[in-house]
Each structure stands twice: as structure tokens, then as C-alpha cells.
T-cell receptor
Framework: AQTVTQSQPEMSVQEAETVTLSCTYDTSESDYYLFWYKQPPSRQMILVIR??????QNATENRFSVNFQKAAKSFSLKISDSQLGDAAMYFCAYRSGETSGSRLTFGEGTQLTVNP | ETGVTQTPRHLVMGMTNKKSLKCEQHLGHNAMYWYKQSAKKPLELMFVYNFKEQTENNSVPSRFSPECPNSSHLFLHLHTLQPEDSALYLC?????????FGSGTRLTVV
């Protein structure tokens, strides 16, 4: 079974600075997807960024980027120019490469605080 | 509004009550999921439905009973729950690798 581990229960960053959230995973599959989700106090799980394992290029979405190291099974999220609205719980998630109805397996989450 | 609607938003129930959680999506997604989110724990997958057929039951106690009448609607029927079942219950839907989550039902069992 696949597992996802986030070793940082809490992180903090100063507004406008950069922070990196860590995620490692364990799988025997070669085809899969990785995700970072953000969950603010509103409870809605919001997709931040996704990465297909077969792509070597790291995904980026505006201020968010990932460092995907497939051999090391590592998938960290970098948030640049942090904003107050970035404060939330962040979850790393794994999905098998199966075509349909495949579960997301989540890590424990990292609570990010942004200090003004 | 995310595209996945969950009702009610909050629910307080006694251990002898019977209640149901509802999830609805009109995104054209074929798969629907129930997750349980407890404090300090990863999200736990409970059930998966794909084209309204249950494809996964993650050893969930029988006091939780899912129902999926069609690909747009998913229910979670609750009866004789325990206090440790208090949690946030999240519904999600997906098509391929695109997932959308609802805002959850905060359940408190007293």
C-alpha cells in the first residue's frame, strides 16, 4: 500500500518570504500522480498543484512550485512571496495511475502560519 | 461553492439517533468518495463509488452505511454512532485525476 509522510506538523514564515513544505511517499508503482492541497478554516480542500510522475519537469503554479525527486520519492512544495492568505493546512496526496475511481492517499498535513 | 455540495454543514446527534449526510455534484464526475478527517490524523478514506458501484470499503464499521443512487449523489447513513466517530466528513468527486471536494459535515456525537 502507498503511504505519504509529512514530517513537519507546523511551519511558519514571514510575509513575503519563502517556505518549503516537505513530503515523502512510498510506492512500488511507476505511474502515479502527486498533489498538494490547501485546507483553510473554511474546510474546503483546494488544489494547489499537481505533478505527473512521468514528467521530469517540476510543476509550477504562480508562486507555488514543487521539487519532485522521483528516485528519492520526495515531493516538496515551495511557496514564494508568502501572503497572509496562504495560511492554512497543507496536505500532500498520492494517486495511483489507474484511469478511474482511484483513491487519494493523504499525508498528515502541515499547518502553515504566515506572520505579518 | 466548489461544485460539490454537502449537507448539513454541522450535525450533532446522540448515540441512538439515525441521521444521513448528503453529497451532490453536477460536474459530470464518475467517482465519489467519503473521507473522515479527525484532528491530528491523515484523512481516512471510507468508501469509493465509481459509476455508482462501490469499489472500495476501507474496513468501515457497519454503523456507517453508504448509498449511491446515481453518479451525482452520495449518502452516508449513520446509526448508533460512538463519540469517537465525531469528525469532519468530507465528500469528493473525481473524473480521471481531477478531484473536487465539498466543505464537509462537522459531526459531533454526544
Amino acid at each position: 500500500a502507498q503511504t505519504v509522510t509529512q514530517s513537519q506538523p507546523e511551519m511558519s514564515v514571514q510575509e513575503a518570504e519563502t517556505v518549503t513544505l516537505s513530503c515523502t511517499y512510498d510506492t512500488s508503482e511507476s505511474d502515479y500522480y502527486l498533489f498538494w492541497y490547501k485546507q483553510p478554516p473554511s474546510r474546503q480542500m483546494i488544489l494547489v498543484i499537481r505533478q505527473e510522475a512521468y514528467k521530469q519537469q517540476n510543476a509550477t503554479e504562480n508562486r507555488f512550485s514543487v521539487n519532485f525527486q522521483k528516485a528519492a520519492k520526495s515531493f516538496s512544495l515551495k511557496i514564494s512571496d508568502s501572503q497572509l492568505g496562504d495560511a492554512a493546512m497543507y496536505f500532500c496526496a498520492y494517486r495511483s495511475g489507474e484511469t478511474s475511481g482511484s483513491r487519494l492517499t493523504f499525508g498528515e498535513g502541515t499547518q502553515l502560519t504566515v506572520n505579518p | 461553492e466548489t461544485g460539490v455540495t454537502q449537507t448539513p454543514r454541522h450535525l450533532v446527534m446522540g448515540m441512538t439517533n439515525k441521521k444521513s449526510l448528503k453529497c451532490e455534484q453536477h460536474l459530470g464526475h464518475n467517482a465519489m468518495y467519503w473521507y473522515k478527517q479527525s484532528a491530528k490524523k491523515p484523512l481516512e478514506l471510507m468508501f469509493v463509488y465509481n459509476f455508482k458501484e462501490q469499489t472500495e470499503n476501507n474496513s468501515v464499521p457497519s454503523r456507517f452505511s453508504p448509498e449511491c443512487p446515481n453518479s451525482s449523489h452520495l449518502f452516508l447513513h449513520l446509526h448508533t454512532l460512538q463519540p469517537e466517530d465525531s469528525a469532519l466528513y468530507l465528500c469528493a468527486s473525481s473524473r480521471l485525476d481531477r478531484y473536487t471536494f465539498g466543505s464537509g459535515t462537522r459531526l459531533t456525537v454526544v
